[in-house]
């Protein structure tokens, strides 16, 4: 069993930065990929990047590509979402989960943390 817990949302302006942090309780980080996920109001759940287990490949969707950057520390078990140049459009609440490697079926799923894009 793991448990996830995203913090660091909050309101910023157009053009802000924001990191996400998403602090897990599994003993071996290392062993699980970790997924940045986001829904706005009225939209569907959608997938912002992923980073595997050793050696930490990630990816991105497209209109996150170039702005914001995945990374983690397994030591810490520690999994950051560092998002620059931020847009309205960002606006949602952001969660993080796990899974076995990106693009298969995330189990574990934290709670969420929002993040408001307005000036």
């Known amino acids: 069993q793991m448990h996830l817990e995203e913090s660091g949302g909050g309101l910023v302006q157009p053009g802000g930065s924001l990191r996400l942090s998403c602090a897990a309780s599994a003993f071996t980080l290392d062993y699980y990929a970790i997924g940045w996920f986001r829904q706005a109001p009225g939209k569907e759940r959608e997938g912002v990047a992923c980073?595997?287990?050793?050696?930490?490949?990630?990816e991105y969707a497209e209109f996150v590509k170039g702005r914001f950057t995945i990374s983690r520390n397994n030591a810490k078990r520690m999994v950051y979402l560092q998002m620059n140049s931020l847009k309205p459009e960002d606006t949602a609440v952001y969660y993080c989960a796990a899974a076995q490697a990106c693009g298969f079926e995330y189990t574990y799923w934290g709670q969420g943390t929002q993040v408001t894009v307005s000036s």
């Open positions: 980073i595997s287990g050793s050696p930490g490949r990630s």
